[in-house]
Structure formats: structure tokens, C-alpha cells
């Protein structure tokens, strides 16, 4: 096996895709959708699967770094219970005993590696495509996320509708999403952020938009959600946290990164959208006449 590549066998698979046959690429296809170890179990089996022979998937796996099956197996099986594991299964590892000082200390500590690693670790040409569509005034943009995941949205839907048209934030609950669908098609780039262990709503709504030839920018954790597999582009956070519960900030500051690149790309028209927001929101922040009204209301 490759040594000293820290990058899940997802994000491996992934970034050799361009080099791959059509049948090395089904076998990454698969290995996206799978959850269960059965399915890595025997080499026949993942052949059998992808509909490919043994020596296709031999060849895929040696593109990744992989000289025996065996290895790669092993990975795969260690590497789907990381996808699928909760915070309740997370919660028997944490230290009871630890002091709150200890735990803030743990705290800064991994949150910055885990957003330096994010950031680090970020494709440049991935991360232009991905500016290249959130830019393209000839699309709609859609935002949408997960339970947890749908406020990384909403941060990115309210800058990106500050510096360009034609933005709009859709709704993760599953009536919102299904009125939704029924303007979508090549006019539109849906930006997606699904984080383990993937939300059954948010993957099938990402594929009806495919379907429906929409473009697809997919932020996600190290794992890869499913929907990598239709993404036009796909963008890595970590999710690791000192706590039980993932953390999104690292997947924040992805969303800070997609913010600065955009308004950067849009510049002096920015500038003027920006303040025609500023002059039609005349009054918005609170300052000592609000609080001279609101004094009054309340003594009313």
C-alpha cells in the first residue's frame, strides 16, 4: 500500500478517477454507495457488484496505492464504520474525568488541525470549478444541507445572494424540497452539504437534480457522502471533534474560503449589489433610536 497518504481510500478513489476506465470507474461508484463490509468482503464479490472482472478492480485498486486486495479490504472495512458511526456509539471513548481547562485545551488543538488539515488538503482545481459554477450568472443557485448542516447553507446562500442574482435557499425539509424540484434543470447549480451518516432526503433529492441535469457542488466529510458519485464538484471537510458530535467548522471555513473567492470573481459588481443592499436596509441595525422605541413599547 502507498505510504504516508492520509487521505481516505473515498477521496483516493476520487482523485484518480480521471485516469480510470469505464470499469475501474464503476468500481468507485460502488464503493461511494456501500454500506456494508459484506460487500468488501471477497474480491469476486466487489467485482461481482460492479459488474466488472477481478482484474479490473486489481487495477483500479493499484491506481489508489493498493498492491494486494487484502490490504485494501481491510481499510474499506475500518473506513465504513467511521461513515456510519453516531455520536451515541462515539460517546463510550470520551474521557469523563477531564477537567473543562483540559478540554478547551483539547479543543483548540483540534479544531485548528482540523481546519488547517481542511484547508490544506483542499483540491485548488476543484475549488475553481466549484467558484466557476457558483459564479456562472447563466445558472440559479440552490442552497440546501442536512438537519445540522442546513445553517452551513444558509451562510453560504445569504453572502452568495449579497454579491450575485438568482440565489435561492432551499428548505431540508422533504415537502420544501419536492416543490422545489419541479422548476430545476440544466439552468440551475445546486450546492449540497451532506455529512455522515448522510441523510436519506438530502442524497435523493441531489440525485433527482442530477437527473435533472443540474450541476452538483457537494461539500462533505472525509467519507464521502453518496452523492459524490453524481458531484460536479466535491469539496472535503473534516468532521472529527474532541466532543461525540462532528464538528462543521472546518466546513465553515470552506464556506468562508467560497464567500471571499466569490465576491473576489464578481468585484466592482459586488461592490454596487452590496450597496444597493445597504440603501434599500436603511434602518436595519439596531442602534439608540430603536432602543428609545422599543423603550416605549414597553412602558406602553
Known sequence: MASGDQRTLAARMRAALPGMSPG??????????????????????????????????LRCLDKIGFERFSDFRDL???????KRESALAQMGRQDAAANTAAQLHRFRDGLTQAVGGTLERLDVRELERTI?????????????????????????????????????????????????????????????????????????????????????????DQWMSPIADWSDTVLVAEVRNVSPFDTLVPAMAIVDVLIGELYRRFGEAAAQRLS??????????????????ANGATEQ
Open 24 to 57: 475501474e470507474r464503476r468500481i468507485v461508484r460502488l464503493f461511494l454507495s456501500i454500506s456494508s463490509p459484506e460487500q468488501v468482503a471477497t474480491l469476486s464479490t466487489l467485482a461481482d457488484m460492479a459488474g466488472v472482472s477481478s482484474p479490473t478492480v
Open 76 to 82: 474499506a472495512v475500518a473506513e465504513l464504520a467511521h
Open 132 to 220: 466557476d459554477l457558483l459564479a456562472d450568472t447563466q445558472r440559479r443557485q440552490i442552497f440546501t444541507g442536512g438537519r445540522f448542516s442546513q445553517s452551513l447553507a444558509e451562510q453560504l446562500f445569504a453572502h452568495a445572494n449579497l454579491i450575485r442574482p438568482g440565489c435561492e435557499l432551499a428548505a431540508f425539509t422533504s415537502i420544501g424540497r419536492l416543490s422545489r424540484l419541479v422548476d430545476v434543470g440544466r439552468g440551475h447549480v445546486l450546492t449540497v452539504f451532506d455529512f455522515r451518516r448522510y441523510q436519506r432526503g438530502t442524497v435523493e433529492f441531489a440525485r433527482a437534480a442530477k437527473q435533472r441535469r443540474a450541476k452538483l457542488i457537494l461539500v462533505t
Open 276 to 293: 444597493q443592499f445597504e440603501s434599500d436596509n436603511v434602518g436595519f441595525e439596531w442602534n439608540a433610536s430603536s432602543q428609545r422605541i
